[in-house]
């Protein structure tokens, strides 16, 4: 008999993954819950060297599996590094919104919400938060916060979040970066200039 464990997830501004209002999940990791309707509209900001690719194609992989709508760029494979604004994007949205947006581009969710769903959930990848002052910013704006370094633990409640299968979050890990050449976080930096 397979022994069930369930895991309670109580989020503050300085653990592993931030939730809008300090909410509280309940995951139970041998079951699905089959309660919930899942959730089709997800906004992913991209951040670099934090494991936003191997995030992006999860939700990537989801939505072409359903068919969902995508922003895309007009030109190459990202948004640019100007604004997010509807000009940018190789199609303008229907009158209900795109589903999925997981290109590059720097987050604007006020013109990000213009083009989207209102239902889409807004998400991100950190490597570490800095200070608490920028995760409480980063908590006004969006829905959920994963963080790297905790990634498979994330990607469960990414899953809570969106009523999504554990088969939906499966992944093989891209661009891995290994260790020797890693570059100090600002942690480090700034440890060793008070030093």
Known sequence: MRKTTNFTFIIFSFTFCCLKRSQTLR?????????????NSIVLAKTHKTGGSTLGTIIARYGYGRNLT????STGFILGYQTFSQEILLR????????VLVNHVPFHRANME??????DQYVTILREPVSLR???????ELDLVLIADYFDKS?????KMMCWKFEDIMFIKKKQRRNVSREPTRIEQANAIRK
């Not at 995951?27 to 959730?39: G, K, T, V």
């Not at 213009?114 to 239902?119: E, F, H, I």
């Not at 990607?155 to 899953?159: A, M, V």
């Open 134 to 140: 920028e995760i409480k910013a980063i908590e006004e």
């Open 155 to 159: 990607l469960l409640l990414l899953k």
């Open 92 to 99: 303008q949205p229907t009158d209900e919104g795109f589903n």
């Open 70 to 73: 995508f922003a895309l760029p």
């Open 27 to 39: 995951i139970n990791l041998h079951s699905e819950d089959n309660h919930c309707q899942p959730r």
């Open 114 to 119: 213009k083009v989207m769903k209102p239902t």
